[in-house]
Structures are given as C-alpha cells and as structure tokens.
C-alpha cells in the first residue's frame, strides 16, 4: 500500500473536504478534486506576466530532459543533431518536476493571461506544488478509472490496482494498492531516456543530403504524408532544425520572436503542426492522461505561440527531435492510429507497413548487443530441426551461457509504451496472454533436447560445445526484450519471463552476485 498527501492552498482545502465527503466514487471525486485545482491553478496566473511564467517553467521543464552540448550541435551538419552531440542524463526528481511542468506551461500557453505581475519564487513553488498535485492526481484518476471498470465486471485483469480517497487538515490522503501492476515502479522507469535502440540516427541525414533528401524506408511515408497533411517528412526535419539552431547560433537556451521565427522556404503546414498555440487548442482539448488523445503535445510540437508571439527552448525543441525520430524509426506517429486512420488514411497504411519493416532492423540491433556479450547465440526459424525437436515457430535468440549451464530463449518486442493507464493495461494483456503463451512454448520445446539445442548454436557460431554434461545440470529461462520501457518490468508477482530494454540485454547475462535487477534506473 502506498500514501500520497496532496496538500491544498487554504482557500481549496475546505471545497475539496466537502466534495469529497459527498461523493463515494473514487472517479468522481478525483474528477471534481482535479476540475477544484484546474479552476484555482488558472485564477492564480492571470495576473502574472505570461512571457515569465513561460519562461520558468519552460526551464523547469528542460531540467528533466536531455541536453545537447550546443558546441558539439552547432558543429554538426545539417541533420547531424544527434550523433554528435552529447546528453546529461537527469536525476528523477528533476524528471518528476519536469513533467508536471510541461502539464501547466500547456495550460499556460492555453490561458487567457492579461497580467503584468512577476511571479516570486514562491508564488512559482506554488504553482509547481499545484502542477505535480495535478499530474499525480490525473494518473491515479486512470488507475481509479480501470479498478471501477473491474469492479462492474468490463474489464478482466490485469488490474493495476486500486485508489481510496480522504481529506486531511492539508488536503487530501490518497492510497494506492498495487494489482498486478505497480504504478509506482512505473512511474521510475517510464521517464527513462530515449535509448539508441529506439532510433535509426541514418534516417536523420547528415551535411552532405542535398534538400528534399528523404532517407530511405521513409520515402512512401513522406510522400503520404505531404498528401495527407501537407509537408514532407523533410520538411518536418527542416523545421524543427532550423528551430533548434536558432537557439545554437545565439547561444542562448530560451528565445522570444514577435513574428514567424523561420524564412519563407519552410514549408508552412510544416510550421503549424509543429506549433502548439491558442489558435487551434483550447484549455478544454488538455488531455494530461492520455498520451495521444491530445490534438498537440509539447513534446512534439516545440513551438509555443500565445498571444501573437512565439517561443522557443531549445533542449525541448531537441527532445522533440529525438522522438520524432523515434516514431519514424518504428512506423509510429503521436496520434491514435484509429484517428490516424480517418484523418490521414494514407499516411496511416506508410506508417503500417514502416512498422513491419521496422522489426528486421531492431532485431538486428539486438543482434548486435548480444555480439558484445561474447556469448553463442543464433536465430532458429520456424520448422527447423534441432536434435529431436521441429521448432513449432522462430525463435528470436537462443543464447547459450556455459560458465552457468543456462540457454537463455528471448523473444523480441519492437515495440514502445504509451503512458496513459488503458494502453498499459492493453499491452499487459497482450504480454500475459498470447506473447507469454507463445514464449512459453519455446521454452518446452528447447527443454525437451537442451543438449541438442546448446551443440546447434555452439556449431553456427563456429565453436565447440566442448562437454556440454548431463541434460540435468542445464536450465532453460526466457526474457522479452523490447525497444523501450514495458510494463511488463512492474508486474507485481513472479513470472515465467523476465524482460528487459535493448540496451542493457548484457544483465540477462550477469553471475548472480552481479545481477542487476532488470528494469531498475
């Protein structure tokens, strides 16, 4: 069980108390707690200065990502952004911070702000202390969501927990029980940087691409979506680099411009979907819980515009970067692919048929970290001949690690997690039932002629197996290995599988005195 106090502005606590003892679902009370805060967060900066509420808490926000080494970018080509440059990876409370301020600077671009007040540092811990109340308060109204969804019998595990609510003498008391899922383990990993199995860093190009380069594999997904939405994939890398190298050349982290801040040979449709602005969003159309339910995000759309002007900060113009080459890398876009559908039908069947192809690649990557390990390993393909045994279907990796008589069967998930608490559920569905399932059956085909199995990728890596003993003294153990962060990593009971990130594929590996735990930061 796990406690978190939310503690309320005075002129708040006693509407909270109040609403609260009159409501019995948890739902409903998160939603009228949520709805009290929002009112009160949004009548508390209208008489600040909107330009210095941005200001701060954009920076709040970049303390949480990562930074590029403005040096080593503007020495890079024209694409280049991200192979030469350098990152610091953030602590998590400044993870925590920055993703509740990137909640309220989107809801401070929204606001209608005529003030001409400049926040002090306390009125702006204030306004912090209310934005992660709210960031909190949202996720837990999913998982509220969900348990309720249970509990009348829609929905079947997993459950991802439960939620209760109480007033306090400083606001509200909230306790969460984990289900199958442990929210807060989540919470940890899902802020995670972006690791370089994610991202192909060729499709970025470099200074000797001449306009108009498309990498390849891209180039059905540009033309679809200059059909579609009116620019090319070029396009969108061009503005969001010539974004970024505003900030490089002058030197500066955070700028302000009265007009258009890029020439007219930047593609327009290019420059609008890149903006989040109050022409095309309003305070209603916020979706802080839902990834990609939301018509635009500051992650992906780094270009703030309110009030006629329009900013800039450039580590997240460069978080931009990096997760829009992650979804071109994957076949993904930041919207509802059902929405994506409807709205943009052939961009929608590019990004599909990317997504197919993606995997080879991503397996390839895998391979390659593996590679490091010095361990045998090979792919075996569906209906190949091991010993006694025909292979009922592929196996992605069959690793063998002799010093501790282990073959290790891991299946690759090229796939990434959204944050909001359906999706998660979803894709824990997915993971416990056919994934889980079709893993499992690996497992007991390689256990019924283990011997079989380490000679076979012992002989394709050109090694001996030397003496391999008896079958007895060999374990058989299975591991999803997957792009990103999953929530398979915060299942709260024992599993047939463990899982892990790309990147850190090497701990599957490690004695047992040096075993990490798999999926800690």
């Known amino acids: 069980m796990s406690s978190f106090s939310i503690t309320m502005p005075p002129q708040v606590r006693d509407r909270v108390s109040s609403s609260v003892a009159s409501i019995d679902s948890p739902v409903g009370q998160l939603a009228v707690v949520i709805d009290i805060l929002q009112k009160h967060f949004d009548k508390r900066v209208e008489k600040f200065r909107r330009e210095h509420l941005i200001r701060e808490l954009g920076f709040v926000v970049t303390k949480g990502l990562p930074s590029a080494d403005q040096q080593a970018i503007a020495r890079a080509g024209r694409r280049n952004l991200v192979i030469d440059s350098s990152t610091r990876s953030a602590q998590f409370r400044d993870i925590q911070a920055s993703r509740a301020a990137r909640g309220i600077l989107e809801r401070v671009v929204l606001t209608p702000i005529t003030g001409a007040s400049v926040p002090s540092p306390s009125q702006l811990r ?113 503005t969001l680099t010539v974004l970024l190298r505003h900030c490089l050349d002058r030197r500066y982290e955070f700028l302000g411009f009265d007009g258009l801040p890029v020439g007219p ?21 916020l979706r802080p819980s839902h990834t990609r339910h939301q018509h635009k995000r500051v992650w992906t759309s780094p270009l703030l515009k309110t009030g006629g002007r329009y900013y800039i900060f450039r580590d997240v113009v460069f978080e931009a ?152 003294s060999w374990s058989v153990v299975a591991a999803f290995v997957f792009s990103s962060h999953s929530p398979i990593e915060c299942l709260t009971a024992p599993q047939s599988f463990v899982g892990t990130d790309a990147d850190r594929v090497k701990d599957l590996f490690a004695p047992p005195q040096e075993m990490v735990e798999l999926g800690a930061s």
């Open 126 to 238: 204030e306004l912090m202390r209310i934005g992660e109340s709210l960031t909190t308060l949202e996720t837990l109204r999913s998982i509220a969501e969900l348990a309720e969804r249970a509990e009348q019998g829609s929905t079947t595990a997993p459950h991802l927990g439960h939620v209760t609510i109480a007033a306090d003498r400083t606001g509200l008391r909230i306790a969460y029980e984990a289900g199958d899922f442990d929210l807060q383990r989540w919470l940890l990993l899902v802020e995670r940087p972006i690791s370089r199995g994610e991202i192909d860093l060729s499709l970025l190009g470099d200074l000797d691409q001449p306009a108009g380069w498309v990498a390849p594999g891209l180039e059905a997904i540009s033309q679809a979506a200059a059909q579609d939405l009116g620019f090319s994939i070029d396009e969108l890398l061009d």
């Open 321 to 472: 970067v990096l997760r829009w080459a992650r979804y071109l890398t994957q076949g993904d876009w930041p919207v509802p692919r059902n929405t994506l559908r409807e709205t943009a039908p052939r961009l929608h069947r590019a990004l599909e048929d990317r997504s197919r192809e993606s995997g080879p690649l991503f397996e390839r990557y895998v391979g390659s970290r593996l590679d490091e390990t010095g361990l045998p390993w090979a792919s075996l393909k569906n209906g190949a001949r091991v010993g006694s045994v025909k292979l009922s279907r592929e196996i992605d990796s069959v690793v063998i690690d002799a010093a501790q008589r282990k073959i290790h069967v891991l299946e690759f998930k090229n796939m990434s997690s959204d944050q909001n608490a359906k999706s998660l559920q979803n894709e824990l569905k997915k993971f416990l039932g056919e994934y889980a399932d079709k893993l499992d059956r690996s497992v007991r085909e390689v256990e019924l002629d283990k011997l079989a199995f380490v000679k076979r990728v012992s002989e394709l890596n050109g090694s001996s197996s030397g003496d391999v003993g008896e079958a007895a």
């Open 265 to 285: 040979t930047i593609s327009r449709a290019a420059v609008d979907y890149l903006t989040f602005s109050d022409d095309d969003m309003s305070i209603e159309s």
